[in-house]
C-alpha cells in the first residue's frame, strides 16, 4: 500500500536547497531545540544493539537528505546511550520493499529489528499477528513524553488498534481544496474561497464549468489505480465529513456498507460525474493519477483539487511541476463538512510512524530511540525534508517548516481536525470497495447509489465473509 507520505515514487520532493534552508533555520527554533528525553536518565544497562529499520529512499525528498537525517540520529544517540550500539538497517525502493524487508527479518527473532519506521497502512496488520509491542506503558500518565502530548487526537490514534497504541506517528499526510484563484474569478466567486459545505464546492464547480469549458472543474480520486491511497487523498475526507463518518464499527467489528454519509459522499461522487464536473475517467483511472492534480494544475487545466499536502513541494524549484508563480495562482481552503457541522473541517490522516517489535529484547532503550528520533528539530526536519506534516503541533508553526512549501502552516492546522483511517487488518479489503465504486462513476455516471452500496457489500463479504458488515441509519 505505497503513497502514505510524499515519496519519489509517486508524489512530489522537495528541493534539496529548500530542505537545507529550513535547517539553516533550526538554529533560531523557538521551543523546540534539542533536549535529551528525559528517560535517558534511567538507562538501563546492558548496552544491547538497538537495530532499526527504515526506508532510505522514500521518505525523504532526496537520498542526499534521508543520510543527512540518519548520520545526525546516529550522532545523537551514541551521545545519549553509549553503551547501546545503533545498528541502522535502511531499505531502498518503495514502502512495500521495506516491509518485505520486514517480512524476511521476522522469520528469525534474532534478524527482527527493535525499531522499525513503517507507513500507518501495515500497523493493524503486524498489531493483529503479534509483531508489534504496545506501548502504552510509554504513553500514559504525567510520565507521557512531550511529542505526545503535543499530538492531536486524530494524530495519536493513527498507530491505535482497540484502544492498545502499536506505533507513534513520525509525520503525516492530510488533505485540503487547492484552486486556482484567476479561474474561480473569472467565474465570479470571490477570492479567498472559503467554502461551507459540499454544496458549496459543487456550486463553484458549476460556475467555473461554465466559465471555463475546457479546464476541469474539480479533482475527486477515483478508482484503484493507487489502492488505499484514493481514500487517504479522495472519497474518506469527504466520508469523515459526513453526518455518519464511520467506516469501521468497533463494537461490532463490522464494517459500515450503508449509511446515510455514506450514502451522500457517494452521492456527491455520482453528481459530480454526471455533471461533468471531475477530471474524465481516463485521467482519474490512470496508474499513475495520484502525482497528476499538481502538474495539472501548473498547466492550467485544473481548477480544483482535493488534495494531500505533498502537491505543493511539486511546484517547487526541484518538484515534479517547478512553478514560480503557484503562491500568486493557488489558494486553499479546508474540506468543509458536509452540510458546516461541527467541527467545520475534516480531513483523513495517514503517514509514517515509529513502532517496536514484539521481540526487542530491550524495548525501555527502543523507545528511548524513538524519543530521540521525535525531539522537536529532528521531528521538524522530517517535515521539512520529506514534505509530511510533524505530528506535534507546536513544531508545524515553526517557520522552517511553514516556509518548506506553500500553505505548510495551512496543512499543518487542518491535520488538528484530522480522522486516522481504520488500522483494521482488513482495510485494504474496504479501500479497494470504495475505491472500485468511486471508479465505477467515473466510468458510468448514471450508476444509482444503491448499486453502488450493493457492489460494496458484495465484494466486502466475499471477501471478508457475510457477517463482515452492517448498514447504520
Request: glycine letters at 10%; charged letters at 15%.
Amino acid at each position: 500500500m505505497a503513497g502514505l507520505g510524499r515519496g519519489r515514487m509517486c508524489r512530489a520532493k522537495a528541493a534539496l536547497t529548500a530542505g537545507m534552508a529550513a535547517v539553516a533555520g533550526l538554529a533560531g527554533l523557538t521551543g523546540a531545540a534539542w533536549r535529551a528525553p528525559a528517560a535517558a536518565a534511567t538507562r538501563d544497562p546492558g548496552g544491547a544493539t538497538i537495530s532499526v529499520l527504515y526506508s532510505d529512499n522514500y521518505v525523504f525528498d532526496t537520498d542526499a537528505l534521508a543520510t543527512t537525517w540518519w548520520r545526525s540520529i546516529a550522532r545523537q544517540w551514541t551521545k545519549l546511550d553509549p553503551s547501546a550500539p545503533l545498528h541502522e538497517i535502511g531499505v531502498g525502493g518503495t514502502d512495500v520493499d521495506e516491509m518485505s524487508r520486514a517480512a524476511l527479518l521476522f522469520r528469525h527473532p534474532s534478524e527482527t529489528p527493535c525499531v522499525i519506521q513503517l507507513p500507518t497502512s501495515y500497523i493493524g496488520e503486524l498489531a493483529g499477528a503479534g509483531r508489534l509491542a504496545p506501548l502504552d506503558s510509554y504513553l500514559n500518565g504525567a510520565s507521557a513524553p512531550g511529542f505526545w502530548t503535543g499530538m492531536p487526537a486524530g494524530v495519536q490514534q493513527m498507530g491505535s488498534i482497540d484502544g492498545t497504541v502499536y506505533a507513534v506517528d513520525a509525520g503525516s499526510t492530510d488533505s485540503a481544496l487547492l484552486y486556482d484563484k484567476a479561474m474561480l474569478e473569472k467565474a465570479g466567486v470571490p477570492v479567498p474561497w472559503a467554502p461551507k459545505s459540499w454544496q458549496d464546492i459543487v456550486t463553484v464547480a458549476e460556475k467555473v464549468h461554465r466559465a471555463e469549458p475546457k479546464v476541469w472543474p474539480l479533482w475527486l480520486a477515483s478508482g484503484n489505480a493507487v489502492g488505499p491511497t484514493n481514500v487517504l487523498e479522495g472519497i474518506g475526507n469527504l466520508l469523515e465529513g459526513s453526518t455518519n463518518p464511520t467506516m469501521f464499527d468497533a463494537r461490532t467489528n463490522k464494517w459500515v456498507t450503508d449509511s446515510p454519509g455514506l450514502q451522500a459522499t457517494l452521492q456527491l461522487y455520482k453528481t459530480v460525474a454526471e455533471e461533468g464536473l471531475n477530471a474524465p475517467a481516463s485521467q482519474l483511472l490512470a496508474a499513475d493519477s495520484v502525482g497528476q492534480p499538481p502538474l495539472l494544475m501548473q498547466q492550467g487545466d485544473l481548477a480544483i483539487a482535493v488534495g494531500a499536502n505533498w502537491y505543493t513541494g511539486e511546484w517547487l524549484p526541484d518538484g515534479g511541476a517547478p512553478w514560480s508563480e503557484a503562491a500568486q495562482q493557488i489558494g486553499i481552503a479546508p474540506i468543509p463538512t458536509e452540510y458546516g457541522q461541527a467541527p467545520g473541517s475534516a480531513t483523513t490522516l495517514g503517514g509514517w510512524a515509529w513502532a517496536i517489535t514484539a521481540t526487542c529484547s530491550d524495548k525501555a532503550a527502543a523507545f528511548r530511540f524513538i524519543t530521540l528520533a521525535q525531539q522537536p528539530t529532528n521531528q521538524l526536519e522530517t517535515a521539512a525534508w520529506s514534505g509530511l506534516v510533524p505530528p506535534d503541533t507546536s513544531v508545524g508553526t515553526e517557520r522552517a517548516f511553514a516556509g518548506s512549501a506553500l500553505y505548510q502552516l495551512q496543512f499543518s492546522t487542518y491535520a488538528e481536525h484530522g480522522t486516522a483511517l481504520p488500522n483494521d487488518v482488513s482495510f485494504p479489503v474496504y479501500a479497494r470497495a470504495l475505491d472500485t465504486v468511486t471508479g465505477d462513476f467515473a466510468l458510468h455516471p448514471t450508476t444509482s447509489i444503491a448499486a453502488a452500496l450493493s457492489t460494496m457489500n458484495q465484494l466486502i463479504t466475499e471477501q471478508l465473509g457475510p457477517g463482515s458488515t452492517e448498514t447504520q441509519s
